[in-house]
């Protein structure tokens, strides 16, 4: 064998072992498509809930309460770029609050203060009634 003979049979099962990997790599991509179609579509909703943080339902809840269409909206594009990838991280409240608030929806919180009092927490409205009333 000459040495273009040996350089031939080695292009050759390079060129071989590219069009397996090709083809276990297609082969991959059906099974994968197959199962996407066979599982049943997750409702944005709850694709979107199990990307909450701290305080996230609540913000999300408070939005839906307050703004009813353009939440659905918001959830449905925030479900798109979870199932793409886009968005991998968790969404804490503040995240999707400010997001809410970047779009235009002034979403609103309940605000609570709590202050310790005698090794206990108070909110601040009980204290300030409490104090008026010792005033009196």
Not at 57 to 73: C, D, G, T
Not at 77 to 83: A, G, T, Y
Not at 110 to 117: M, S, V
């Amino acid at each position: 064998m000459s040495e273009e003979d040996t350089e031939l049979e080695r292009l050759k099962a390079k060129r071989l072992a590219e069009m397996q990997k090709n083809i276990a790599t297609q082969q991959e991509i059906e099974k994968t498509q197959e199962l996407v179609k066979e599982k049943p579509l997750e409702n944005p909703r709850d694709l979107l809930v199990n990307r909450l943080g701290f305080r996230g339902l609540e913000v999300l809840e408070n939005a839906e309460s307050q703004f009813p269409n353009e939440a659905k909206i918001i959830i449905e594009k925030l479900s798109e770029l979870i199932k793409t990838g886009e968005i991998s991280e968790i969404l804490d409240g503040g995240k999707l609050l400010a997001l809410f608030r970047s779009v235009g929806l002034s979403v609103r919180m309940e605000t609570k203060i709590h202050i310790e009092q005698d090794g206990k927490f108070v909110s601040l409205s009980d204290k300030l009634r409490d104090k008026s009333s010792v005033d009196k």
